[in-house]
């Protein structure tokens, strides 16, 4: 019997979905043997200051892909907006779960930002919701929030916010939909990659791959890919308020991308256009655009 050891960290909502990457892996093959492992990562156990503060987002990813280049697992599954811009060398996204609800949701003392009182107290840890959110309301006031989404919704509850911001994705896996209420994206452009779960493996796992491949969910990943172009066009990283978002229709991908400075007064927005089968030039295309006009200080370190 083939056995396949996944990594995740260990969130209700990172095991959900990487029970969901398992399911569909025996789906296909009843007799596989699949094994979750859970590894605890440094994004995990620091959790009062920003991931940009800290050494970025890729301190959710790096002791699970230390573990992934050691051979301890087969896997990794991932939320794609939590990885570096730029995987490790030696390592492929190899699939992707089809995607989820890839808007922002609000939770807290109103279902909208308008509705929200002056002056309230709004918990993130994410430049990009903190510089949309200061461009449609300057006058609330951001505040460090980090934890899973149990947690950050316990102190909404509490009263130490009067909201904080949630990936209805992560919402809808858990049965949490209700928790909050969805931003258009009009308002609130979704992270490149919002809502997509990513199966990472070794490139040279030709067999692993193959597997892997046959239960990637093509419009997703194409999508995806357009999106991290973007970010790479623009060197993004959770340093710097990127906002992307991607859809297909009848084989037409559209793309729209954001840049901000942090405190939300100057925006730029692209958007562009074409075949599916171009999706990382247009992401290219979409970013180098974005870069040229980019107000003063919004992609400083």
């Known amino acids: 019997m ?8 260990g969130s209700r909502l990172a095991l959900r979905q990487t029970e969901q990457a398992a399911a569909a892996l025996r789906a296909r093959e009843p007799d596989l043997d699949v094994e979750i492992a859970v590894i605890r990562t440094t994004g995990d156990r620091i959790r009062d200051r920003r991931l940009a503060d800290i050494g970025g987002k890729g301190l959710f990813a790096k002791e699970i892909e230390a573990a ?22 030696g390592f492929v996204l190899a699939a992707m779960l089809e995607r989820a609800d890839p808007r922002d949701g609000l939770a807290g003392s109103a279902r909208t930002l308008a509705g929200l009182p002056p002056g309230a ?59 909050a209420a969805p931003i258009a994206a009009e308002e609130m452009l979704p992270a490149a990659g919002q809502g997509a779960v990513g199966i990472e493996c070794r490139a040279g796992d030709a067999g692993l791959r193959e597997r892997l491949a046959a ?55 692209v958007r562009r256009s074409g075949s599916a089968g171009d999706a990382p030039a247009i992401g290219r295309d979409a970013g180098e655009a974005l870069r040229a006009d980019a107000p003063p200080g919004a992609l400083d370190r």
Do not use: W
Not at 223 to 245: F, H, M, Q
């Open 215 to 269: 239960i990637d969910h093509g419009p997703t990943s194409t999508c995806v890919a357009a999106e991290r172009a973007l970010l790479a066009a623009l060197d993004g990283s959770c340093r710097t308020p990127i906002a992307a978002y991607a859809c297909l229709r009848d084989g037409e991908l559209a793309l729209r991308g954001r840049l901000l400075t942090p405190d939300g007064r100057e925006m730029r927005e």
């Open 121 to 179: 107290r709004v918990g993130t840890a994410s430049l990009r919701r903190q510089a949309q959110m200061l461009a449609l309301r300057p006058d609330l006031e951001p505040a460090l929030i980090r934890g899973n989404v149990e947690t950050r919704l316990g102190r909404v509850r509490a009263g130490e916010f009067d909201a904080t911001f949630l990936a209805m994705a992560g919402l809808d896996r858990l049965g949490l939909t209700e928790s």
């Open 2 to 9: 083939v056995k396949i050891r996944l990594g995740t960290r």
């Open 68 to 89: 992934l280049a050691e051979g301890r697992i087969d896997a990794a599954v991932h939320s794609v907006k939590d990885l570096e811009t730029v995987l490790p060398e």
